[in-house]
């Protein structure tokens, strides 16, 4: 007797049930990023490993999955790593990588960024630039699983490259209206600007320390405002300077008001000054194209990665605390890692996930999401299966998602599947029927049942 | 200087009109698998490796891609293993496939029927049968690149598991039709049936020698009636059996008349008159469903992988040769390497790649599968692109693909940009535009002009 067979841990089966319902969801996001002109990518699930490593800091590099290579891969080994093997049970975790990266050429994507810095770098004479796309495909992490963690999973990111218009700032705001929108979401979009981060750390007098600053005041909504204190004087900020940022890190009234009170507070800050006029821009431009989003500047927002150096965004879920569920910003140098410097982009990425989880918890998918078959003929024997099949046929051409049962099995166990699978109208032809030429459609959430002559059936159901 | 960045050998990048081509024909063929009520599945791209192993022969095992296991991967080799290692360069073929499975857990799936089989027998609790599935998904294999092979390509596969109805053939070919017509191919449909091909072999006297039979027969269209011939007394057929084969490989005239000659040829053979039963019967569910497809009994048809057990599927594209561009049949215990035999099966498997170089041969991208922007709105400056947002608004919300060019950039390149992108309406609202409250619209395929007022502009470019 064979094992039951299994999946490796940390990846999912997505069944019918849930395809379907990530079907809408992922279908909903690319038709708003199409409607904003985003054309679709789609990269290899292989880079090579010179691609990947040293991308996502020592941390990351541990988590790629690297793919062993063909053949005798034994012959990647050096001399050096001959011993050791040999030697047994004490290689370093230094020595590991290194003899990994000489039997494994390549490795799965990590992240859907890098593999666009590389495509437009490989590609940058055919691309038209402004590059706006967008990508949606599975991402591996060798991550340790855990609840709602997990080695492959999806991101669906948009960004436009080659331009620093910040009309593509206000592009994305849109976009996430319209997403979120669509979806039945509540949301809040927090804005923020690097700019403006950079300028309160100098005009505190700690513009070296504009990361320590960040890190710290990102963690305000999570550790509170003591904390975040006592870890900027942990990085070396001194007392004088953390007293002049508490009174931003307490900032409150409307964006408009906020943005007053900080240009006055930055009045020394050429860069800040900028960060304020960017987020004013991109305000004004979302309120003419026309909005009703909650947008609020943020400034303990800073979000994590570094190569951010614009408005940055991060968006949360309203009525269902789960935390961010599509973020990104301005980058001012994505390419330069593969030699191409200069290129500006700004991007987002939606949580497919996490946004799948609060329209779970708030019963957000409609009724269609929930089933695949619209409509099941009953099989009472050959002549009534045969009877059925050119109107089943007219259903299907008209793209109602229908089929029969294919067995002549007992009436219970076809109502039963009917049931089970969530399909809402079962029609019967038997004896009666067939010499009527009327069909029975029988409603399986009311349990109603109606006699419809075979000729207007189709009619019926599609209506 | 940082070397121009590649992809791995066998992969492809997907450039945005190659996606918007793909998503057009990958779209169609699922429409149709949801009309027919069948419902989408995903599963990892890695499954364990012991589900993958000693599935596809030995020649597949050797193109598995393998993943290196995570941490210190060298904790996986045996004693043995490590004298091999250090003791260098003899490693032979089998120690090298034990050492990968020693340091490797997991693969990456290399087809989706596999993965079905395993998905069916861990959640035969949970599923509903008989289960219709289409899955659409990326499989790798390690096989040496070539012109048209890729060691990453999309499977499109529909079955449906737990029944032997012939209403599923009826179905699948229906839905050969169906894809096929809507993507405008014209195609020959050519069935068989693995009884009839059993048949065949019992009745001439070599039962035992199916297999050989059938894989020489399979080529008869490659290399003509005598070398196949040639073939099968290679492998040990009498002249005799031989000469009695010769008049079915060369059978013609309708599909009614070769299945009333083979079925006298076959009167001795129980198994394959049940054949020709299957066969008529499939045809005639077919016909009473409604069809115009050119549907062939092609008895020289085997496919070459030995689960089939009943009827198989071949279609060819008529207009242009590129070999079978999608095939299946019936199988009757795919579970069973997973422990639980038994469940019967029917399903077949669309070839993305081959449809897709179709399709561009014969030019069947409709014009809205060959862009993705429909309207660039230029821009002239701040004034001039603010009053545009909200025009570019309505359309954006009507599900127009429009965009506006972010920078106030000479007009000659934003044309430029229209037209390498293959945008068919550019939208010009400079000064005079402003004060008329009129846009100009050009169309840039036939160069013409005209003034719409800001009012109707919407109504004008969504017709």
Redesign the interface.
């Known amino acids: ?8 841990k940390g ?7 849930e ?2 319902r990530r ?1 809408y969801m992922l279908d909903t996001i690319k ?1 708003a990023f ?15 490993l010179s ?1 990947l490593t040293g991308k996502y800091g020592e941390e990351g590099d ?2 790629l ?4 290579n ?6 990647g ?1 050096s ?1 050096d790593d ?5 030697s ?2 004490e ?1 370093a ?1 230094a020595s ?1 990588n290194g ?2 990266a000489r ?4 490795g ?1 994507r990590y992240d859907l960024t890098v593999p666009l810095a ?2 437009v ?3 940058q004479a ?1 691309i ?1 630039f ?1 590059f ?2 967008y990508q949606v495909q ?1 991402v ?1 992490r ?1 991550d340790r699983p855990q609840k709602g963690r997990y ?2 999973f999806y991101q669906c990111d948009v960004d ?1 490259i080659g ?1 620093r ?1 910040l ?2 700032e ?2 994305l705001v ?1 976009i996430v209206e ?1 997403v979120f929108g669509d979806l039945g979401i509540a949301v809040t979009l927090k804005i923020n600007n690097r700019k403006i981060l950079f300028g309160i750390a100098e005009t505190i007098g700690h513009a070296d320390k504009m990361m320590d600053i960040t890190v710290a005041i990102d963690k305000i909504d999570k550790i509170g405002l003591e904390k975040v204190e006592e870890e900027l004087a942990a990085k070396g900020i001194d007392a004088d300077a953390i007293a002049r940022l508490r009174p931003i890190l307490q900032l409150s009234g409307t964006n408009a008001e906020k943005l007053a009170v900080m240009r006055n507070l930055l009045a020394g800050s050429e860069t800040g000054l900028l960060g304020i006029d960017e987020t004013e821009t991109i305000l004004s ?1 979302v309120e ?3 909005s009703h989003l909650d947008i609020e500047l943020d400034l303990s927002l800073a979000r994590g990665l570094n190569y951010y150096t614009g408005a940055i965004f991060e968006v949360k879920a309203r009525d269902h605390a789960i935390g961010s569920i599509c973020g990104g910003g301005r980058y001012d140098d994505l390419t330069g ?3 191409t410097p200069g290129l500006s982009g700004v991007g987002i990425s939606f949580g497919a996930d996490r946004i799948y989880d609060v329209m779970l918890a708030l019963n957000l998918f409609p009724e269609e999401a929930n089933r ?2 619209q409509v ?1 003929f009953a ?1 009472f024997g050959d002549a009534e ?2 009877a059925a ?2 109107l ?2 007219q259903l ?2 008209a ?9 002549a099995a007992k009436m219970k166990k076809q109502l039963d ?1 009917a049931n ?2 969530n399909i809402p109208y079962v029609v019967l032809i038997g004896e009666n029927e067939l010499a009527s030429r009327s069909a029975t459609v029988k409603d399986m959430r009311s349990g109603e049942q109606q006699t419809v002559p075979f000729d207007r059936l189709a009619e019926e159901l599609t209506r």
Not at 34 to 48: H, I, K, S
Not at 82 to 86: G, L, P
Request: charged fraction near 30%; charge should be positive.
């Open positions: 007797m064979a094992q039951k067979p299994s999946i490796p990846t999912r089966d997505f069944s019918p049930l395809m379907t079907t038709r199409r409607a904003y002109g985003y054309a679709p990518l789609e990269t290899p699930a292989m880079e090579n691609t541990k988590l999955f690297k793919i062993l063909s053949g005798d891969f034994t012959r080994f001399d001959r011993r050791r093997i040999a047994a049970g290689a975790d590991v003899m990994a039997i494994c050429e390549k799965l590389r495509y770098v490989q590609h055919e038209v402004p706006r796309r599975p591996w060798a080695r492959e436009v331009t218009s009309l593509c206000c592009e849109k319209r431009l003419t194209a026309g890692i593969f030699g695949t078959t099941l099989n299966a045969r099949l050119p089943l046929q299907r051409d793209d109602i998602p229908s089929e029969i049962y294919p067995e599947y089970r699978r």
